[in-house]
């Protein structure tokens, strides 16, 4: 279900939750530091200013009460296999464009930060989803993504890729791609630039001694982590240590002399870890195919879904009409549309009636 996984059997699983324990038990009581790493202080100080940890560092309870509405519908476990599908669906979306994994690690952080303020049925998760990719592509700096492709490649991914969940093509087109990013701005109040794991943990590997099995591992995990909310409660060099720690156990690798001189809290690293164990037993069992389209059966959706007609192309401008914005009523839309075509004979009668007048005064 994860586009990566990191373990591969059940019996890495279960060794993995066996093994995962504080390195030593005789550490001293440790404490959260700005300066966790001998080569990241630099990075860090900018995390503590950022709007990332000033604003969208959240706790448990913040995303339950937040998600109150959603909850009502759905199960903890429905609403987790729900942002697991999108977070697969956003890094199909980054595979096919070609982008860098930090434009899709962005993009899926964006829809989290979304869905904490807002239900499912504010947005639809199948607009919202290339959207934040077409947003993180610009903040990363990767460069914009052109309309049509962006278009295109989502009915592709859909088509070939999901088509075991939505049956019909891509719905959307440029135009509501377009709006929908007005409404991720202001949601997220233009917090864009965002800290991953991925840039401490290349260099806490470096400080351990360049290990590339090592490194492949531990990115692969915090690949994975992007479809648990750990990315909106703990800071990204806490991410880092949890999914070097995973990766350890997984290759069977001592690296515990190394984590005793780290100055961190090692409980917040065991809940990161517990959380991301708990997203491989989730997927192991999770058969989308068969589970998903039930689940998105109880998902509200939108007021307004988009209409487009059959001879409409990717960018979203028909033959025959302009294309209908997301949030436009299609009913006021077309008695505008009307409005001339039935003012037409009534003008005409009009000038007639001046004009039989006027030669009577002649």
């Given at each position: 279900m994860c586009i990566v996984y990191a373990l591969k059997s059940a019996s890495q699983l279960s060794e993995a939750k066996h093994a995962i324990v504080i390195p030593n038990n005789s550490f001293p009581?440790?404490?959260t530091s700005v300066n966790y790493s001998k080569n990241t202080s630099a990075m860090?100080?900018?995390?503590?200013?950022?709007?990332?940890?000033?604003?969208?560092?959240?706790?448990r309870q913040d995303l339950l009460r937040e998600r109150h509405a959603d909850l009502q519908l759905l199960s903890e476990e429905e609403y987790s296999k729900v942002m697991i599908f999108f977070a697969n669906f956003i890094q199909s979306l980054g595979e096919q464009l070609k982008v860098k994994q930090q434009v899709i690690a962005t993009a899926t952080v964006y829809l989290k930060r979304f869905y904490v303020r807002n239900s499912f049925k504010c947005v639809d998760p199948l607009l919202l989803a290339p959207t934040c990719i077409f947003l993180a592509s610009k903040v990363e700096e990767f460069g914009v993504i052109s309309n049509s492709r962006l278009i295109s490649?989502?009915?592709a991914v859909v088509k070939n890729k999901y088509s075991h969940v939505y049956a019909t093509e891509f719905p959307y087109r440029i135009n509501h791609v377009l709006e929908c990013e007005f409404y991720l701005l202001e949601v997220m109040d233009c917090c864009l630039v965002l800290y991953h794991a991925y840039r401490p943990l290349v260099q806490y590997v470096a400080d351990i001694g360049q290990d590339n099995e090592l490194l492949s591992t531990a990115w692969k995990v915090a690949n994975d982590s992007l479809r648990t909310d750990v990315a909106?409660?703990?800071p990204p060099h806490q991410i880092a240590i949890a999914c070097l720690h995973i990766a350890c156990v997984?290759?069977?690798?001592?690296?515990?002399?190394?984590?005793?001189?780290?100055?961190?809290?090692f409980e917040k690293i065991l809940e990161i870890t517990r959380i991301i164990l708990n997203l491989y037993e989730l997927c192991k069992n999770f058969d989308e195919k068969k589970e998903l389209p039930q689940i998105l059966?109880?998902?509200p959706k939108p007021k307004t879904q988009p209409s487009r007609p059959p001879s409409q192309g990717p960018d979203g401008q028909p033959a025959s009409q302009p294309p209908q914005?997301?949030?436009q009523q299609p009913q006021q839309q077309q008695q505008q549309q009307q409005q001339p075509q039935a003012q037409q004979p009534q003008q005409q009668q009009q000038q007639q009636q001046q004009a039989q007048a006027m030669q009577q005064q002649q």
């Amino acid at each position: 279900m994860c586009i990566v996984y990191a373990l591969k059997s059940a019996s890495q699983l279960s060794e993995a939750k066996h093994a995962i324990v504080i390195p030593n038990n005789s550490f001293p009581k440790l404490k959260t530091s700005v300066n966790y790493s001998k080569n990241t202080s630099a990075m860090a100080g900018k995390f503590w200013s950022s709007s990332q940890f000033q604003q969208w560092l959240l706790d448990r309870q913040d995303l339950l009460r937040e998600r109150h509405a959603d909850l009502q519908l759905l199960s903890e476990e429905e609403y987790s296999k729900v942002m697991i599908f999108f977070a697969n669906f956003i890094q199909s979306l980054g595979e096919q464009l070609k982008v860098k994994q930090q434009v899709i690690a962005t993009a899926t952080v964006y829809l989290k930060r979304f869905y904490v303020r807002n239900s499912f049925k504010c947005v639809d998760p199948l607009l919202l989803a290339p959207t934040c990719i077409f947003l993180a592509s610009k903040v990363e700096e990767f460069g914009v993504i052109s309309n049509s492709r962006l278009i295109s490649t989502c009915q592709a991914v859909v088509k070939n890729k999901y088509s075991h969940v939505y049956a019909t093509e891509f719905p959307y087109r440029i135009n509501h791609v377009l709006e929908c990013e007005f409404y991720l701005l202001e949601v997220m109040d233009c917090c864009l630039v965002l800290y991953h794991a991925y840039r401490p943990l290349v260099q806490y590997v470096a400080d351990i001694g360049q290990d590339n099995e090592l490194l492949s591992t531990a990115w692969k995990v915090a690949n994975d982590s992007l479809r648990t909310d750990v990315a909106l409660l703990y800071p990204p060099h806490q991410i880092a240590i949890a999914c070097l720690h995973i990766a350890c156990v997984i290759l069977g690798k001592d690296y515990k002399t190394w984590f005793a001189e780290l100055n961190v809290d090692f409980e917040k690293i065991l809940e990161i870890t517990r959380i991301i164990l708990n997203l491989y037993e989730l997927c192991k069992n999770f058969d989308e195919k068969k589970e998903l389209p039930q689940i998105l059966q109880k998902v509200p959706k939108p007021k307004t879904q988009p209409s487009r007609p059959p001879s409409q192309g990717p960018d979203g401008q028909p033959a025959s009409q302009p294309p209908q914005g997301v949030g436009q009523q299609p009913q006021q839309q077309q008695q505008q549309q009307q409005q001339p075509q039935a003012q037409q004979p009534q003008q005409q009668q009009q000038q007639q009636q001046q004009a039989q007048a006027m030669q009577q005064q002649q």
